[in-house]
């Protein structure tokens, strides 16, 4: 890091309100994190972890938030999920439709990219199986583009979201999923790093072709398997 934790710069952001376009935010936080992808090597301890925390990453029992600093206000009654691109059946999910679906509920750990980890998250939702079963991906379909109300994008490999613990969750520890945290509804694929998982989500393109999303074209790996340390480059 750069002097500042994170949270202090989120404070220090989320200060500046709501609504304001994603550029304006390009600033010495997003430069900073750029510089460190570009400097980053593998950390000392590389597979020297074993069990269930990756390597170079540490326990905190608190649940930090990273973001751009826009933290969108959302209605539920405005909410609308749409689900496009190389699908059978494309979809525009309201919030009774969303909520109308399969509830699934999963444990998982989150390993940010920022060397934390969080264990035993309780989270609800709607499973990526059920939503891809519901849009019926097409045989060339293999990445999904996911686009959030902050101008945030990420991508990801169709078969991440596909794996038994992804989901799009409303609820974490049992309770409606809060703003900061990306409420009222994001991903959480646990087996990749957190930046991974989109907050605030509006559009998941499902793509035969993989595109690059906001921190992937600012140095962090495209895959971002914390198991592999894949953090930049
Ligand atoms: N829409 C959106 N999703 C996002 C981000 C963001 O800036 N905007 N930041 C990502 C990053 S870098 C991390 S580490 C996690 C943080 O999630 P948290 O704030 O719930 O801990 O959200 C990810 N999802
Ligand atoms: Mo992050």
């Known amino acids: 890091m750069t002097g500042r934790s994170d949270a202090e710069w989120e404070k220090r952001l989320s200060g500046q309100g709501d609504g304001t376009h994603l550029s304006r935010f390009k600033t010495a936080r997003i430069e900073a994190k750029e510089r460190k992808a570009a400097e980053a090597g593998p950390s000392p301890d590389r597979g020297a972890s074993e069990g269930r925390l990756p390597p170079g990453q540490h326990r905190t029992e608190d649940f930090p938030v990273l973001d751009l600093g826009v933290r ?32 699934s509920a999963i444990t998982s750990d989150i390993h940010c990219v920022t060397d934390w ?3 035993d998250n309780q989270w609800r939702g709607v499973s990526g199986v059920t939503l891809m079963n519901l849009v019926r991906p097409l045989k060339e379909a293999a990445y999904l583009i996911i686009h959030c109300h902050d101008g945030y994008t990420t991508n990801l490999p169709l078969q991440g979201f596909l794996e038994p613990h992804s989901l799009v969750a409303t609820h974490w520890n049992g309770r409606p999923l809060a703003r900061e945290h990306g409420g009222p509804v994001r991903v959480v694929v646990p087996s990749l790093y957190f930046w991974k998982s989109a907050k605030w989500i509006k559009h998941i393109l499902v793509s035969d072709r993989d595109v690059k999303g906001f921190w992937e074209t600012r140095g962090y790996h495209n895959d971002g398997d914390p198991w592999k340390e894949q953090r930049y480059g």
């Open 72 to 103: 969108p206000l959302i209605d539920v009654r405005d909410w609308q999920l749409s689900i496009k691109g190389r699908v059978e059946r494309p979809v525009d999910l309201s919030w009774d439709d969303f909520r109308a679906l399969d509830q």
């Open 117 to 119: 980890s969080r264990y």
